[in-house]
């Protein structure tokens, strides 16, 4: 499938302001998922180095960035996970931690709840179902029972409560090729049984649309539904998403300190639009506003249906 905006009809947007920088700190991640873009794993051994980590920061600060969302694999295995979000947090920036829960039950990461905590950090955790058959099934045998055991830890320290600044999301990601359902009629699905069955309690559920990207896209290709996928993306599109896809305020860092214009194009490969690759450090002063953004046909992905971004749905 062709995923460059030379061929690709999808419309033509623009960078509005830049308030987000996110960063992918590595692949390495104690799962390996049916669905993931990424293509993170275990064995894998790409990971972010402190320089490319300290340009993040004269970026963070000569921007005006106003949130760091930070991302993998399992963004907290990376060695210098701590240091730097404690030295972005000194910089008055809001942290996002895009977390697999289980790492919390993995041997050496049980100071992660509690470091987030201290941290005021942002948890979007992964949990594509809220019943352990369909998480198993698309993440690995027992990682419903971490996930929930994780959560449970998260809520103790005061993520998820009413009362708490300590913010706890949900990502739920369908397991077939389909749209996700009404996201708001499903958070109130994951808050009943979640609550009923285990006294967990967080704030708000993102719907995702699944990627026709890296290993999402060889089990599209193996099963022979990658252009039924694509016809469904195209088909469900709707015009106004595309005023609010996440690209609009946000860069996508790259483990090597590449950036693009989302963390998808990341993965495609795409570079920033009108150009080829560019590091960080060669951006520190550069005007975001109004830059042109490289599209292709997986942008569908977003603006299909309700829309989808690293925010949940668009409407």
């Not at 051994?45 to 005006?64: C, K, S, V, W």
């Not at 399992?74 to 790492?103: Q, W, Y």
């Not at 049984?193 to 896209?217: C, E, S, W």
């Not at 305020?249 to 560019?278: E, K, R």
């Amino acid at each position: 499938m062709a995923n460059n905006e030379i061929t690709t009809d999808f419309p033509r947007i623009r960078r509005a302001h830049l308030h987000t920088l996110q960063m992918n700190l590595g692949y390495l991640c104690n799962l390996a998922c049916t669905h993931c873009h990424v293509e993170a794993g275990p064995k894998r051994t790409e990971l972010m180095d402190r320089a490319t980590m300290d340009t993040a920061l004269e970026f963070i600060a000569a921007q005006n960035i106003q949130t760091l969302d930070v991302t993998g694999g399992s963004p907290e295995m990376h060695p210098r996970f701590r240091a730097f979000m404690a030295e972005a947090k000194a910089l008055g920036v809001h942290l996002m931690d895009r977390c697999n829960p289980t790492i919390i039950e993995e041997p050496g990461y049980e100071w992660v709840p509690a470091f987030l905590a201290d941290h005021e950090v942002e948890v979007i955790a992964s949990l594509p179902c809220y019943t352990a058959d369909n998480v198993d099934a698309q993440r690995g045998k027992g990682v419903f029972d971490d996930s929930i055991a994780a959560l449970q830890k998260l809520n103790a320290l005061g993520y998820g409560h009413p009362d708490s600044d300590l913010t706890l999301n949900l990502v739920y990601n369908p397991g077939s090729p389909s749209l996700p359902p009404p996201q708001a009629t499903l958070e109130q699905d994951y808050k009943r049984f979640l609550a009923d069955q285990f006294g967990i309690v967080f704030d708000h559920l993102f719907t995702l649309a699944n990627m026709p990207i890296k290993r999402y896209a060889h089990m599209l290709l193996r099963e022979k539904r990658m252009g039924e996928y694509m016809h469904l993306l195209r088909t469900a599109h709707r015009p106004e998403n595309v005023a609010n896809v996440m690209c609009r305020g946000l860069i996508s860092v790259d483990w090597q300190g590449y950036v693009y214009d989302c963390d998808f194009n990341q993965m495609l490969d795409m570079p920033l639009a009108g150009g080829g690759a560019t590091h960080l450090r060669d951006l520190i002063d550069s005007d975001f506003s109004q830059r042109a953004i490289a599209v292709g046909d997986h942008c569908y992905g977003c603006t299909a249906g309700q829309g989808s971004s690293c925010g949940g749905a668009l409407n």
